[in-house]
């Protein structure tokens, strides 16, 4: 199983920025990666994912407009960068490796340990 390891994650006033990076530890970057969060007392649920040459990406509606996936292969790196940050986007946040076969549309098979992210008012 990859091992993803987050990090990017901080205390921020809402409307600032920030960039959360994902990287796995032992190998390279699954072809389909994505972003999730789960809020304190919340299911976890999808923010963006992207695929192995970025043209195709996926939003979640809460963060479409305010958030951008993006991956630099030659890094082993995916990257999202979040700005315009509200309140409500205080969560952990979670990156994650999609099965190659499978696309956009089924459930991950790696998850990493998650970064904090906490906007405050």
């Known amino acids: 199983q990859v091992q993803l390891v987050e990090s990017g994650g901080g205390l921020v006033q809402a409307g600032d920025s920030l960039r959360l990076s994902c990287t796995p530890s032992r190998r390279t970057l699954s072809r389909y990666m994505g972003w999730f969060r789960q809020a304190p007392g919340k299911e976890r649920e999808f923010v963006a994912a992207?695929?192995?040459?970025?043209?195709?990406?996926r939003y979640a509606d809460s963060v479409k407009g305010r958030s951008t996936i993006s991956r630099d292969n030659a890094k082993n790196t995916v990257y999202l960068q979040m700005s315009s940050l509200k309140p409500e986007d205080t969560a952990v946040y979670y990156c994650?490796?999609?099965?190659?076969?499978?696309?956009?549309?089924?459930?991950?098979?790696?998850w990493g340990q998650g970064t904090q992210v906490t906007v405050s008012s």
């Open positions: 994650a490796a999609y099965p190659d076969s499978g696309g956009f549309t089924t459930t991950p098979r790696s």
């Open positions: 992207i695929n192995w040459s970025g043209g195709s990406t």
